[in-house]
Every structure is written in C-alpha cells, then in structure tokens.
C-alpha cells in the first residue's frame, strides 16, 4: 500500500495524461525533445533502446513488454505488417507527419507498408565506407577495398546480418534482397576470405572506433558520417559505385500498445519541424522532414551531399525488403558459417 | 512447523527462479516450433559450427582456469600466511572492481587494449613493441582471467586459512622440507577450496557471450555466443535451449568430478 503511494503519486501529479512506451535504436533522439514532449503534453515517457532490428523484433513479437512506439527500418517494418503485429494509424490525429514529411519518402515506404497504413518515417540514409585519409592513399569508389590485404587488420564490418551480407552481395553485382542460395554462398564465401583482414565485427562501435583512428575503413550508415567528421576531420564518407543500401526508419505504432493516443502524439510531436530539427542536429542523420530541413542555419549541412544525397546520380540502389522465414534461416545460417570461420 | 515456515520464501524463489526455467529449457530443448518432440535441437550440436564453438569454448575457459589457478594459489598463500588487519586490506582490493559492473570493467579492457589504446600509447612511449592481442583469442581469455581471478583466489585462501598450524608444525618437526609440506599436506589438505575456485571460474569462463564479442570483436565464435543468437537475433528459442542443455551437460559432469574429489564437501562453501 505504501509503496504504491510512494511510486503511483509524484508521477501522477506531473504526468496527468498517462505514459507512452517508446522503443527505439540507441542514441537515435535528442533526449531534450522527450523531456520537451513531457512538459507540453503532461504525458510520462519510459524510454528503451535496442541496437539491431533483429534484436527488437522477438521482444516485440513476444508481445511481453508493451511498447506503444518503436522505430524499426524498412524490411522489419514489412515483416510486421506480414506477421500482423502492427496498429493502423489514424492520421488524423498526425496532422505533423502529414504536412512535414516529404512526399517522396512516404511513396519510398510503399514497398514496405502498402497504403501508408502502418508508418512514418523518422530518419533515413545510406550505408557507406567511412574512411581515414590520412590511412588510406587510393580514392575509394568501391567495396572491393575492403578485400584489400593491404588494409588488413584496419577493416571493421557490420556485426549485423543483412549488413553485412548487402556489402558481400552488391560487391558480386547480385541484388541485396537476393534470396537465391547459390548467390547467397558465393558472398558467404567471399565474407570469408575477408575475415582474415577484417579488424573486427561491431555495430555502434565503428563510430567510435574510426574516430579513435583505430582503424582504415568502416562500413557505416550515413548518419553517423557528419557526426564523425565533426570529431575527426581526417574522416571522409563514399557511397560505393556498386550501389548500397537506401533505408527509412520509421515510427510505427504495435498492435497491442496500450496508449495508442498517446503514441500518436508522440509521433506527431517528433514530426514537428522545430524537434525534428533538433533531432537531426543531435543525431545527425538525415531528416525526412521538409519543415525541418529548412530550418537548418547552416546552409553546408542544408545541401550537404551526405545529409541529403540526390539519389538519382547513384546506381543499384535498394531498399531492404523481408525475405520470409526460410530465408531468414538460410541467412542467420550462413552468416554463422563466417562467425564461426577461423584461419587457424 | 515454524522452521517449515521459514523456508517458504526460499521454496518460493527456487521455484519460480530456478525450477521453473530450467523446465521450460528443457521443454523449448526438446520440442520444435510446433510443440512436437524433437531430438535435433540437441543433436544440432554435431554440426561443424555448433561443435567448433564448443570446442573452443573448452579450449579458452580450461586456459582461462589454468591461468587463474597458477594465480590464484600463490597469492592465497600470501595471504594466509599474513595477519588479519594486512590480507583483509588485501582481500578488499580483490574484491573491490567486482563493485563495478561486469560489463563496464570488460568494455574498460577494450578501450586498455585497442591498437591506439592506453597500454599501446604508454608502451610507444617507452619505445617498446606495442600489444597486439585485442580481437584475438588471447584477449578473451584474458578477460576471463580478469574477471573471474577473485572466485579463485577466495576459495584457496579459506582453505588454507582452515588448515591447522599444528599440522604443518609437526610435518617440519618430523623432518619435511618446505617442499614436501607442501606438496604432502598443504596442498591435498587446500584440495576443496581449488576445486570449488575451479567450478566457480570454469563455469562462467565456458558459458560467456560479453566477454568474447567485446574483447574478441566478434571474430570468434563461442557457444555462448551461438547460444544468446539463437535467442536474440534469430529468435530460434528451440535451438538455443537444446544447445543450453548441451552445455548443461558439461556444467554438470565438472560438477561430479568436483563432488568425487572434494569428498568432505568443504569447498563448497566459502
């Protein structure tokens, strides 16, 4: 009795409108914009963060904790709508993300969410070679670099399956959404030759590590880039020749969230140009957001080709999509295959 | 009755903390995803990778409690053989890093040992060879060796705390050289406190995940790591409980050798 008294009041008092369970990546929000959203709207935020989309998806599935708001990318968000584990949004209550987010990015999300039924996208970007010059002499075009003995113990890959084999299947010239096994053996095996050179596996950790000059190349999302070079100006980001990954993250409201109101309001509210701003200028990753975009002062960062890349002067571009559950093994299979590969 | 009472709160725990869990392992083990029975989570075991990584994870953690113990002894004896307000002054700087987080004085090691590191800067000062094993399997054990070096050294150290001076004292007056003592009395008599710090760094050392992708850069692949993909990236629930209950097997077979060599049981508590 007590201690629901000691718990249940102070929160009460300040939070009038209830709470919103928010799941989202790690370091992927300005934290002033949720302490923000609580003042305005008297509504309590529990905060969570996950690092992969492969991470997120069991706790969602498993329907345990009950987040109203996660953030997945483009190829989990269809795997959620095909395994009917998401709410429909309804829009009116998202007068924000109707007006501010760029049309194109909402016909982008179609290949994932037909209709627009499910999400609204939050960030989005690219994977690229994140390089030291002063490490690495030729100019970087491709991702056949990162197969170069002469970086060898300088190279950090994606601790992530599908990033991971995107690099090995665009560098073969094969769809990164490819499902057919002989393609995928032939960029398993090519991920195996590669491991000898490979520094090693990390996710968030390349950031930090190029910063640190620990190593030569990175395989990295584009959002981390101008972060990066902030702190490291020897720094400089390359959208390989082969073509890469193009991703939206986006919100997206569970099928059995509990505050459902309360997350679209969340939602809206990060959709507003003034915090969506703030986000992009914490985070630094690119900002679908046209009210945002151009309220950015700094008019370099506005046009910057890294920020906001026109995707029209790159080749084989593609968006992840979910390849089914077969697939799924054939690849957490395979990618086991190179973990467990040692050259001695 | 009242004693009966008493213990409820620790039925209850063992219960719902212990008991049930290892059940609803040994049910995911040995079923597929439709509920039926199933051997082949079990047997997945035999695949090349699987079978590798077990290996390996014997390999790394019987290094890492080798290493421990070839430590861990002759320190225990030092502070035995030293007076109460010096070994419990020393014994708090043992114990002192495991007030920290786990995770946080391994993530620490990674920083210490990475190519532009702490320990490589000092070492390029000094115009010394630099240190190149972060990323490699010596970096895991290691950390094995740093994290788990105190539930060695605590075990030896009551041991030979417990042993009798007399009995040394009378070895000496019949004629034993130091040597002798040793082997003949000192060390069979510490024989429960090594077995138990062996359990108590084995079974950590062969199950761990954090320590091999944090200071292994994920290049090697221990079952504990297959074990937690299993469980949090591919969300194979069933394989990993099966692989669980392959590892359970070893756990428990050093349990029994533990238990035929540590007959009067001492070792097993601290």
Not at chain 1, 44 to 63: H, L, Q, R, S, W
Not at chain 2, 67 to 86: E, N, R
Not at chain 2, 92 to 98: D, E, R, W
């Amino acid at each position: 009795m007590t201690a629901c008294l000691f718990a249940g009041c102070g929160s009460s008092d300040k939070y009038p409108n209830g709470k919103v369970y928010v799941y989202n990546w790690g370091e992927y929000i300005d934290e002033e914009t949720i302490k923000l959203f609580e003042k305005e709207t008297g509504i309590e935020v529990i905060y969570d963060e996950f690092d992969t989309n492969e991470t997120m998806y069991p706790k969602i599935e498993a329907g345990a904790s009950n987040y109203d708001v996660v953030c997945p990318s483009d190829y989990m968000i269809q795997k959620m709508v095909d395994n009917d584990l998401l709410a429909e949004l309804n829009w009116d209550n998202l007068p924000n993300a109707r007006s501010n987010i760029g049309a194109e990015y909402y016909e982008q999300s179609l290949a994932f969410d037909p209709d627009n039924r499910y999400s609204v996208p939050y960030c989005w970007g690219t994977v690229g070679i994140l390089y030291n010059t002063t490490m690495v002499d030729e100019p970087v075009t491709s991702w056949s670099i990162l197969w170069d003995e002469k970086y060898k113990d300088n190279i950090l890959m994606q601790d992530s399956v599908r990033d991971l084999f995107m690099v090995a299947l665009k560098e073969l010239g094969y769809s990164m959404n490819s499902t057919n096994e002989a393609e995928l053996q032939e960029a398993k095996n090519l991920l195996i030759t590669q491991k000898p050179l490979v520094q090693a596996y990390v996710i968030d950790q390349v950031r930090d590590k190029m910063i640190g000059d620990e190593a030569a190349l990175g395989v990295i999302y584009s959002g981390e880039a101008i972060y990066t070079q902030r702190e490291n100006p020897n720094l400089a980001y390359v959208i390989p020749e082969e073509g890469t990954n193009v991703w939206i993250d986006s919100w997206v409201i569970p099928k059995n969230a509990e505050n459902k109101e309360n997350a679209e309001k969340f939602i809206d509210f990060m959709c507003r140009g003034d915090i969506a701003l703030m986000n992009f200028e914490f985070i630094t990753y690119s900002t679908p957001n046209t009210a945002a975009r151009d309220l950015i002062e700094d008019e370099d960062i506005r046009n910057s080709e890294i920020a906001f890349p026109d995707l029209s002067q790159y080749n084989n571009l593609e968006t992840f999509s979910y390849l089914g559950e077969e697939a799924d093994r054939l690849y957490n299979d395979l990618w086991k295959e190179i973990k467990s590969y040692t050259s001695y | 009755m009242n004693k009966k009472m008493l213990s409820l709160p620790y039925l209850f725990w063992c219960a719902a903390f212990i008991i049930i869990p290892l059940c609803m392992v040994v049910y995911y083990g040995l079923t597929d995803k439709t509920g039926a029975f199933t051997l082949a989570n079990i047997a997945a075991i035999a695949t090349a990778e699987h079978s590798k990584a077990l290996w390996f994870s014997l390999l790394l953690s019987l290094a890492g409690t080798i290493i421990c113990l070839l430590l861990a002894y002759p320190l225990a004896m030092i502070l035995s053989g030293m007076k109460v307000s010096q070994h419990s002054f020393i014994v708090l700087i043992f114990i002192l890093p495991m007030w920290m987080n786990f995770l946080l004085r391994t993530m620490a090691w990674e920083t210490l040992l990475e190519k532009n590191g702490i320990i490589n800067t000092v070492l390029r000062f000094l115009h010394l060879p630099s240190l190149n094993i972060i990323n490699t399997p010596s970096a895991i054990i290691l950390g094995m060796v740093y994290n788990f070096l105190p539930f060695m050294v605590l075990p030896i150290y009551n041991a030979l705390t417990k042993i009798d001076p007399n009995v040394v004292n009378a070895a000496k007056d019949l004629g034993a050289g130091s040597i002798q003592t040793f082997l003949r009395i000192i060390f069979p008599l510490s024989l429960p406190g090594v077995i138990s710090g062996i359990t108590m760094v084995f079974v950590p050392a062969l199950t761990t995940f954090v320590i091999s992708t944090l200071l292994g850069g994920s290049k090697i692949l221990l079952i504990g790591n297959v074990i937690e993909q299993e469980f949090t990236q591919t969300g194979n629930w069933h394989l990993g409980s099966g692989l669980s209950i392959v590892l359970m097997i070893f756990i428990l077979l050093n349990m029994v050798l533990s238990a035929i060599f540590d007959k009067e049981g001492e070792g097993a508590t601290l």
